[in-house]
């Protein structure tokens, strides 16, 4: 292993990587080093944008924290994460289809009621969100964990301005399959931007806009965690999704209420909106 070259190189670090007992490891390790070859090989990058490379890489890693996660951004805005996503659901017909998970779901969220307001404190518009969760066959899954969590009015999320976790929880879907909970109307927003992959958008003459959606992930027994959103129809990002996370099938949209009875019930002393999904879950493979 001397002397190498630009004809030699290649294949001498392939060997080199692949030696290690796990195969997945060789696999991955051999396909990593063709394609980044081949991409160095493609783009001569000079020395200068080498270093311009690794330094961008440094600073993706420096921005991360606890609240903030600069690589999945990357990958959500090179369109690596609805990629691995689409390779990881070629799902069953009828069943509810995935998108990004993103980067602001938080574990330690709160776990609340059925019909609670995730959102007691924010101002934007109010909003009753109801659904089902059913499984392949039609039939409602019991004490399925729906997650949801969302931006507020203005386009932030709780975690980019503060500690409190706010627009965020975990309910269990009722003996029919139903959830119900109230919370605020989210809007369109910009994904971090002030970092590094905001640069990166900004060289690329990109928007850094995701359209108005919703997060959910809901799991239940035997079942594939589905990991989604809702996107509400005639928003302007829709298009032009900065993650690449739009499919047809999650657009829906809110009917609008006058001040009076909600759907629960309860009164609301404002105007608001509801929103409604019947989701279907995909089954574990065997
Ligand atoms: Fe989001």
Request: charge should be negative.
């Amino acid at each position: 292993m001397r002397d190498l070259n630009e004809g030699t190189l290649t294949n001498e670090t392939i060997r080199a990587v692949t030696g290690g007992s796990d195969k997945r490891i060789s696999q991955v390790s051999e396909a990593l080093v063709r394609h980044l070859h081949a991409f160095i090989r493609e783009i001569e990058p000079s020395q200068a944008e080498w270093e311009y490379g690794i330094k961008f890489l440094t600073r993706v890693g420096k921005q991360c924290s606890d609240t903030r996660q600069e690589f999945i951004l990357l990958s959500d805005t090179l369109g690596v994460s609805m990629l691995v996503d689409a390779i990881n659901h070629r799902q069953s017909e009828g069943a509810t289809e995935t998108t990004v998970f993103g980067p602001f779901y938080v574990e330690n969220r709160p776990q609340l009621p059925l019909g609670a307001n995730m959102s007691p404190d924010e101002t934007g518009t109010p909003l009753f969100v109801s659904g089902t969760v059913r499984a392949l066959d039609g039939q409602p899954i019991a004490g399925a964990l729906v997650d949801a969590w969302h931006s507020d009015e203005v386009g932030h999320y709780d975690v980019q301005v503060g500690d409190d976790l706010r627009m965020r929880a975990l309910f269990r879907s009722d003996a029919e399959g139903r959830f119900w909970f109230w919370t605020v109307r989210p809007t369109f927003y910009p994904i971090p931007n002030d970092g590094p992959v905001g640069d990166m958008l900004a060289a690329q003459g990109r928007h850094p806009y995701r359209p108005e959606h919703v997060h959910f992930m809901i799991s239940a027994p035997g079942q594939q965690t589905l990991v989604t959103h809702l996107f509400i129809d005639n928003d302007p990002y829709l298009d032009s999704d900065v993650v690449f996370g739009v499919k047809n099938s999650l657009i829906t949209d809110y009917s609008r209420h006058d001040a009076g009875t909600a759907p629960d019930g309860s009164t609301c002393h404002r105007d608001f909106l509801t929103l409604n999904y019947d989701f279907v879950l995909n089954p574990e493979a065997e």
